[in-house]
């Protein structure tokens, strides 16, 4: 499974951006999907994640402020990004690994989109 990630940009302290995550050539069905982030000198690290059921598992540090959700008559997970902050700022990927639970681990996600830049301003 090839992933694609965008929503990708620039936005202000406060601000809102929606990332979108979906695969070319094959479908989520019964694939728990990840978001991830890394910022420069920094290692990756766990976003927010979400099961084909619609279970969720969050970061502390974007709990309340980001959001996500998968819609998969449209094949596509979200990531809802509200109240953002400068140290928000790094490149977004989105993962999926063919498993009914989520994982908060890099390296059990089997597949991985190319990453889009969030620059958040202050």
């Known amino acids: 499974v090839q992933l694609q990630a965008s929503g990708g940009g620039l936005v202000q302290a406060g601000g809102s951006l929606r990332l979108s995550c979906a695969p070319s050539?094959?479908?989520?069905?019964?694939?728990?999907v990840g978001w991830f982030r890394q910022a420069p000198g920094k290692e990756r690290e766990f976003i927010a994640a979400?099961?084909?059921?619609?279970?969720?598992h969050y970061a502390d540090s974007v709990k309340g402020r980001f959001t996500i959700s998968r819609d998969n008559a449209k094949n596509t997970v979200y990531l809802q990004m509200n109240s953002v902050k400068p140290e928000d700022t790094a490149v977004y990927y989105c993962?999926?690994?063919?498993?009914?639970?989520?994982?908060?681990?890099?390296?059990?996600?089997?597949?991985w989109g190319q990453g889009t830049q969030v620059t958040v301003s202050s």
């Open positions: 993962a999926a690994r063919r498993t009914l639970v989520n994982s908060l681990t890099v390296y059990e996600y089997d597949y």
């Open positions: 050539g094959g479908t989520f069905s019964s694939y728990a």
């Open positions: 979400v099961t084909y059921s619609r279970v969720t």
